[in-house]
């Protein structure tokens, strides 16, 4: 007998614990998710921004501080979640945000960016200068700085980290790119034991954000290095004691799908101001969960100290604040966006001989004046109410305001207004001829596309939904389609076959670092791909912004730079923002020494994190 | 009985006995009237429901179940409900205010959105309703200020029909393989057979996801609805094939077969009219029994977003809406398809169940020692 019941009660069993998995995780980390595949850079913009992490605070008066003082700050744990596992050690290749996650902590760069300020901060290098042309920058490193096995930290280090292993062909770095200039890289050279000097092929203004990038041990990896293995050193399987940083952690214990822990680095250079060596807190650990959901409920519980909260978990949080003590900051905005885009690819199938799209879409498309009635049909505080829960902000310009100084708020802000839509359409000519309810383009075509969206993200679901509920009424016939996060990057950057989409970007405080998707031979420039020539004279303008801004040290003349960008993107609507997410944390009430901020969350500070003795 | 009166004297087939075996059986009846009443609601839907499935107010994000009052100043009134507004308190938490001085009285037959009743009837007319701006909430409201009982009421009819399609789909290749592969057997078995293994050997769910990847996701929805009861129905043939293959095997060797083979039947019509009307029995049972199947599957795939998509509904789909804990905490009404879900499937299994034992007076005996 069939007896198919049973059977097909397991499949959803399954199914259910497989979607658990997949969906929050990716709700959460939206934007880094995007970035560990598209925007790969991203992960080394900052200590910071992708941290899952928040604020605390202590309000200690000042002279309580200082009775507390030095010594007995030492000690205890601290606990965090993180939803995916670590697929290598090695900061180099890595390109998945959980790896770089837990390396910053264990590797550092010879700078930093301040969290407060955005502006950049000695780290290993204790100073620099830059020659009058701006092409020589010399790095003085900080004298006394060892990796944790007890070697010291040397030019030698630095030059490796570049000549050998960024520079190095066989080695898929992912910051090669943002290092090499029209093909050429940088010339890196040591001067002595503690001076290095990098000449440019041309300016450069990232230049000092870049040098966040993490140095790596010469002693240890140039063996490696030499007999090609490097590519498979400091997977996961590796010894902990092998691998050696100089940051203020070190690996202790890693136990694939269980936890991850970091214990402290005693041979850290960093003293804080009363001379104590830092750090203070002698375990990090990273209990690995399977989704947000499970990461809430075991914020609940007690078990982690650490929560990132998503909007709609807010009412059920913030009540037991007192009850279960813990702290909610509200950081403000975050980086990610999430954006409504439409393909204007001109571009034929080379295989198939027929047009990645359909020239009446693309007709649509490429008009302006279609995208602005996009833009008026955005219901951007609803978005917000109802996808988040009231926590989030619009969006109109390309730089979120979690950017600081380079963000442009003057841009053209589109609101939503469904008659002001119905009339740019009208005057662009379309208007309903057929009297099917649906809008007809000049040619008579009805208008209906395809709008895609990643399945697996809930809120991306909701803002698309929201959306094509909005163009309906418009007179636009939308077919929402939820696919599979993959197959939609896939459709943007290979494929190119796909009419319009939701989607979110990874942002960072740099606007060079949007080089990829904004100029017009980017790598993910997603509307119109492949570009030989700037195919509009805005986008040739994009390219100009963008060229002479990264040759211009001069920081206000580079925003008023940037600021054009802005502008011309909010007028030209190439990708229609919707709302920024804001960032919302949870913290045990056990920490000292918090510094929260809106842009590197909780533990950009970490080192000078201790735990308060009654929670040791 | 009143049936031994009646039947008691006229020689009767093995159906009628079998119905009325199966009216003695109390919960199977029961379940035929609830999947009758099932089966209907999908049908009047749209008269049914107090809004269209698409018919969303953003101003009544996951507003509860709306409460209907029949008392008015302490005295007994039509039932009416009142008007409500959202508030947010001081925790972001959505609530609900009642307002005492916006009554809306529950109108019988009230003029609304314009639908096709059968599919070619315009009406306009909904069995029960309020005048806007008044909102009625059966069942509470999803994240946009849908109504879940409208939306469920809709989504029974893919839900339902899924099941129905798919397997008439999966069990007309089913016998016509399992029918031709038993009754010619040599290699045509062996290449059949192997075949329906390699759809057998490979996890039902995972197989369901690549069939869902191989179709072109220009599809609009009702395209996607019917490629996913094809790809279902692609899954569900290979084991009954194999079953109904066994019984032919045995089948074929009955004397009636042998004489209609001397009599020179082709092939074809041997196999229709005289081997696989005696598996009917076990395939009745067997197609009561898998229609869950196929709901499920629908519902699997709708839950994680693959499947039918927004706006229109289906269990699955609404279903998906219930995957986190935070909002089930809050909204815990968006588990009511679940409960539907829930009954289709019970009510195939007990009559499947109920046909199986009256059909197969076999199986019946064995059972009974």
């Known amino acids: 007998m069939v007896q198919s019941l049973p059977k097909y009660f397991a499949k959803i069993f399954k199914i259910k614990l497989y979607s658990i998995n997949r969906h929050p995780e990716h709700q959460r980390c939206e934007g880094s998710q995007y970035s560990s595949n598209i925007l790969r850079f991203f992960h080394f913009a900052s200590l910071s921004v992708r941290m899952t992490i928040c604020i605390g605070i202590l309000l200690f008066s000042f002279s309580s501080y200082l009775a507390a003082a030095v010594s007995d700050k030492y000690g205890g744990e601290l606990i965090l979640t993180t939803t995916s596992d670590p697929k290598s050690f090695n900061d180099i290749i890595a390109k998945e945000t959980s790896t770089t996650e837990i390396t910053e902590y264990i590797f550092e760069g010879l700078t930093t960016v301040d969290a407060f300020t955005l502006k950049v901060k000695p780290q290993l290098a204790s100073a620099w200068e830059v020659s009058a042309d701006g092409l020589t920058w010399t790095f003085y490193l900080r004298q006394g700085v060892v990796w944790n096995d007890g070697v010291p930290l040397t030019a030698d280090d630095v030059v490796f980290t570049f000549n050998e292993l960024i520079y190095n062909e066989t080695i898929p770095s992912s910051s090669r790119d943002i290092f090499t200039i029209d093909g050429k890289s940088f010339k890196v050279e040591k001067v002595d034991d503690y001076t290095v000097r990098f000449i440019l092929p041309v300016k450069f203004a990232p230049f000092l954000r870049g040098m966040a990038q993490a140095i790596l041990p010469k002693h240890k990896l140039k063996k490696a290095v030499d007999s090609g293995n490097f590519n498979f050193t400091w997977g996961i399987d590796t010894d902990p004691k092998e691998i050696v940083g100089t940051g203020p952690f070190k690996l202790a214990q890693y136990k694939p799908g269980e936890r991850l822990i970091l214990e402290r680095n005693p041979l850290y250079w960093k003293r804080s101001v009363d001379g104590d060596h830092l750090p203070y807190i002698s375990k990090v650990i990273y209990v690995i969960v399977q989704s947000a959901d499970v990461e809430l409920l075991k914020f609940l519980e007690g078990t982690i100290d650490l929560y990132t909260i998503r909007g709609m978990d807010y009412a059920l949080v913030k009540p037991l604040e007192q009850k279960k003590n813990f702290t909610v900051y509200d950081l403000g905005p975050a980086m990610g966006s999430n954006f409504i885009t439409f393909n204007q690819n001109p571009d034929v199938n080379s295989k198939t001989g027929k047009p990645f799209i359909d020239p009446k879409k693309l007709s649509w498309f490429i008009n302006p004046q279609f995208r602005q009635a996009v833009a008026h049909s955005i219901d951007r505080a609803k978005i917000i109410e109802i996808v988040n829960n009231g926590f989030g902000y619009p969006q109109h310009s390309s730089m979120g305001p979690a950017a600081g100084f380079f963000y442009n708020p003057n841009v053209i802000q589109y609101d939503y207004d469904l008659d002001k839509a119905k009339d740019i359409l009208a005057q662009a000519g379309f208007v309903d001829r057929s009297g099917d309810g649906i809008l007809d383009d000049p040619a008579g075509n009805t208008v209906e596309f395809s709008l895609y969206t990643n399945a697996d993200s809930t809120e991306r679901m909701d803002i698309a939904a929201i959306i094509s509920h909005d163009l309906e009424k418009v007179g636009m016939k939308v077919n929402l389609k939820g696919i599979e996060f993959n197959t939609l990057v896939g459709k943007l950057t290979s494929n190119y076959e796909w009419d319009a989409i939701v989607l979110g970007l990874t942002g960072g405080v740099e606007p060079h670092f949007g080089k990829n998707v904004w100029t017009s031979d980017g790598q993910l420039h997603f509307w119109h791909p492949n570009q030989k020539e700037p195919a509009t004279p805005w986008e040739k303008r994009i390219d100009e912004v963008f060229n002479q801004g990264v040759q211009e040290l001069d920081e206000d003349k580079r925003k008023v730079l940037y600021d054009e960008f802005q502008l011309i993107a909010s007028k030209e609507l190439p990708v229609v923002y919707t709302t920024l997410n804001a960032r919302l944390v949870a913290v045990r009430s056990k920490f000292g020494n918090l510094k929260p901020s809106n842009f590197g969350g909780v533990m950009h500070n970490l080192e000078e994190i201790y735990i308060k003795p009654e929670y040791r | ?369």
């Open chain 2, 1 to 369: 009985m009143i049936n031994d009166k009646d039947n008691s004297s006229i020689p009767i087939n093995e159906f009628q006995i079998g119905l009325r075996n199966f009216k003695r059986n109390r919960l199977a009846v029961i379940c035929v009237v609830i999947l009758f009443v099932l089966y209907g609601i999908a049908v009047f839907a749209d008269f049914l429901s107090p809004y269209s499935y698409r018919n969303e107010n953003r101003n009544y994000s996951y507003s509860p179940p709306t409460a209907i009052h029949i008392a008015h100043d302490n005295k007994l009134s039509w039932p009416f409900i009142y008007g409500t507004q959202l508030t947010f308190n001081d925790f972001h938490k959505r609530e609900y205010v009642v307002n005492k001085s916006q009554r809306y009285p529950i109108q019988l037959f009230i003029k609304g959105e314009e639908y096709k009743l059968l599919g070619i009837i315009s009406c306009q007319y909904h069995l029960f309703g309020v005048q806007e701006p008044g909102r009625l909430y059966l069942l509470g409201a999803d994240s946009r200020g849908r109504d879940l009982f409208s939306r469920i009421l809709y989504g029974s009819r893919i839900s339902l029909s899924i099941g129905l399609i798919g397997v008439f789909i999966s069990f007309t290749i089913g016998l016509i393989v399992g029918g031709i592969s038993g009754y010619y057997g040599g290699r045509i078995d062996d290449f059949l057979m192997r075949l329906c293994e390699m759809f057998m050997m490979v996890p039902g769910f995972y197989l369901l996801l690549a069939f869902r990847a191989a179709v072109p996701d220009n599809f609009n929805s009702v395209q996607i609805y019917f490629a996913i009861v094809i790809i279902l129905s692609f899954l569900g043939w290979a084991s009954l094939a194999r079953i109904i293959r066994g019984m032919c095997l045995s089948l074929k060797e009955r004397e009636y077969v042998l004489a209609a083979k001397t009599f020179g039947l082709l092939d074809i019509r041997i196999i229709t009219t005289h081997v696989l009307p005696h598996t009917l029995s076990y395939s009745i049972a067997a197609i009561m029994l898998s229609i869950p199947g196929y709901i499920l599957g629908e519902s699997a795939l709708s839950l994680i977003g693959l499947g039918i998509q927004d706006p229109y509904a289906s269990w699955g789909n609404l279903l998906s809406d219930g995957m986190s804990i935070v909002r089930i905490y809050f909204a815990p009404w968006i588990l009511w398809p679940a409960f539907f879900i829930f009954l289709t499937v019970i009510c195939f299994n007990v009559i499947g169940d109920a046909l199986r034992d009256c059909l197969d007076p076999l199986l019946k005996s064995e059972g009974k020692e």
